[in-house]
T-cell receptor, first 118, second 114 residues
Framework: AQTVTQSQPEMSVQEAETVTLSCTYD???????LFWYKQPPSRQMILVIR??????QNATENRFSVNFQKAAKSFSLKISDSQLGDAAMYFC???????????????FGSGTQLTVLP | KAGVTQTPRYLIKTRGQQVTLSCSPI?????VSWYQQTPGQGLQFLFE???????NKGNFPGRFSGRQFSNSRSEMNVSTLELGDSALYLC?????????????FGPGTRLTVL
């Protein structure tokens, strides 16, 4: 079974600084996607960034970028120039095709609570 | 385009009762998935519906069921509620079930079982 591990339950960063959140996963599949979702106190799950496993180039979305190491099964999120609005729970998620047709499901890590200090 | 909507947002029930939660996907999205979020178990997949058919189900007891209508709206039902069913239930929709489209989440329904 696929698993996603986030080993940092909590992280903090000073405003305007850079922080990296870690994620590792376990899979025997070669075709999959990885995501970082953000869940602020409102509980709305918001997609931050996604990475296709077949792409070697790391994804970037404005201040958010990933370091995708396929062989190591590692997928970390770097937040540059941290802002107070970045404070949230961050979830790493794995998306794969399961055997039954094209059915899909997300497998989430346990989350990292990010605090941004003013 | 309106996002995913879920109703009700908050619900309080007692043990043994049943509950129905509703989810309206983004217009044009045909895939709807449900997830349960609890402090102890985190985010867990419940089931996915596509074109009114359940395509995948997570490891939950039969008390958890769902359905999808022809307009892609989905409902999930939990019968004989237990205290452990207290959770945030998230619904997510996707444009197509066959490609790597990301899932867009609704605001969730907070269910409290007393």
């Amino acid at each position: 079974a696929q698993t996603v591990t986030q080993s940092q339950p909590e992280m903090s960063v000073q405003e305007a600084e850079t922080v990296t959140l870690s994620c590792t996963y376990d899979t025997s599949e070669s075709d999959y996607y990885l995501f970082w979702y953000k869940q602020p106190p409102s509980r709305q799950m918001i997609l931050v960034i996604r990475q296709e496993a077949y792409k070697q180039q790391n994804a970037t979305e404005n201040r958010f970028s990933v370091n995708f190491q396929k062989a190591a099964k590692s997928f970390s999120l770097k937040i540059s120039d941290s802002q107070l609005g970045d404070a949230a729970m961050y979830f790493c998620a794995y998306d794969f095709f399961i055997s039954s047709g094209s059915a899909r499901q997300l497998t989430f890590g346990s989350g990292t609570q990010l605090t941004v200090l003013p | 385009k309106a996002g995913v909507t879920q109703t009700p947002r908050y619900l309080i029930k007692t043990r043994g009762q049943q509950v129905t939660l509703s989810c309206s996907p983004i217009s044009g999205h045909r895939s709807v998935s449900w997830y349960q979020q609890t402090p102890g178990q985190g985010l867990q997949f419940l089931f996915e519906y596509f074109s009114e058919t359940q395509r995948n189900k997570g490891n939950f007891p039969g008390r958890f069921s769902g359905r999808q209508f022809s307009n892609s709206r989905s409902e999930m039902n939990v019968s004989t509620l237990e205290l452990g069913d207290s959770a945030l239930y998230l619904c997510a929709s996707r444009a197509s079930g066959g490609t790597h489209n990301e899932q867009f989440f609704g605001p969730g329904t907070r269910l409290t079982v007393l």
